[in-house]
């Protein structure tokens, strides 16, 4: 059922990024540049948030307490459908991979093509989403394995941010660490 709230869910809002997209008319790859960087500085911030920088936690992103209280305190029927729930409110989670995703469902000017590539996102997301919960299980059972998973994986998305960034840069035609290591004519 998580999975299911998260298909449909992406779905729809892919649809309406595609639709947004054409509307908007993204033309200049530029546009597309700017939106990355603001995307990798997104993924950036959460990157150093789990790897236990302490000036970026000033930066998290919370849902409203009475949201979560809702969720937490769901009865009877409700709880059936709680997990389809939840796998559908996953689109406004702050994760740098679904706003890159996101991003380019914007920018397809296309409802159908934003829906169909963020559904296919979050398919092809299932199986290694299910491999972080199996370890971050397993790590919750000891809290400094589950501190030493968050901090590798928040050095990835860190890594990950940074040579987006990089990319960018190049794209846009500014200085970046690829010039240091271009041939000189």
Known sequence: YFHAGRLVSYAGLGAVLGGLGRVIAFDNV??????????????????????GVSWAEKFQIRLPKFATRNISQAEGGSRKYLPFSIGAG?????????L??????LTSGSAWRGALMLFFFVLGTMIPLLFIGLLS???SSNPRRGRSFSFYAGVVLVLFALYNT??????LGFPSVSDAFAKKE
């Open 166 to 171: 990089n990319a960018q840069l190049n794209v």
């Open 30 to 51: 530029t546009v597309y540049a700017f939106i990355t960087l603001a995307v990798s500085l997104v993924m950036f911030i959460i990157g150093l948030q789990m790897a």
């Open 100 to 105: 890159a995703a996101q991003g380019i469902a």
């Open 137 to 139: 299980a397993g790590g």
């Open 90 to 98: 996953t689109v406004i989670l702050p994760c740098g991979f679904t």
